[in-house]
């Protein structure tokens, strides 16, 4: 899985960046822009809404998960959700936690 996690986060920081590039090239950088892009119709604003939503529980079970049960530290993988997003991010936690297992499993 580990292996999986690893290009899924490859893929999760590209395809974004496709099209952020795109608008970015066609808008600039402007963040009114950009979001009156992603809040433009009542699709687009139902996809943006289930990101933050997902995206904000991601960010609590991250930090529960490093409280009480040692997970990767969160803060690299809210700079990587804010700066890319969820799809980079979310598979990038998976792989960290998978390398923090990796030397417990290997001495069994």
């Given at each position: 899985m580990k292996a999986?996690?690893?290009v899924?986060?490859?893929?999760?920081?590209i395809v974004p960046y496709v099209f952020f590039s795109e608008h970015f090239g066609s808008s600039g950088f402007g963040l009114s822009a950009f979001v009156a892009a992603v809040f433009a119709n009542p699709a687009a604003s139902g996809f943006t809404s289930d990101l933050l939503i997902s995206?904000?529980?991601?960010?609590?079970?991250m930090f529960h998960r490093n409280r009480f049960a040692h997970g990767p530290n969160p803060v690299g993988f809210i700079a990587l959700n804010l700066l890319i997003g969820l799809s980079c991010a979310l598979p990038a936690y998976f792989y960290a936690q998978e390398l923090q297992r990796q030397p417990r499993s290997q001495e069994s």
């Open positions: 999986l996690y690893l899924a986060a490859i893929v999760g920081a995206s904000f529980v991601f960010w609590v079970f």
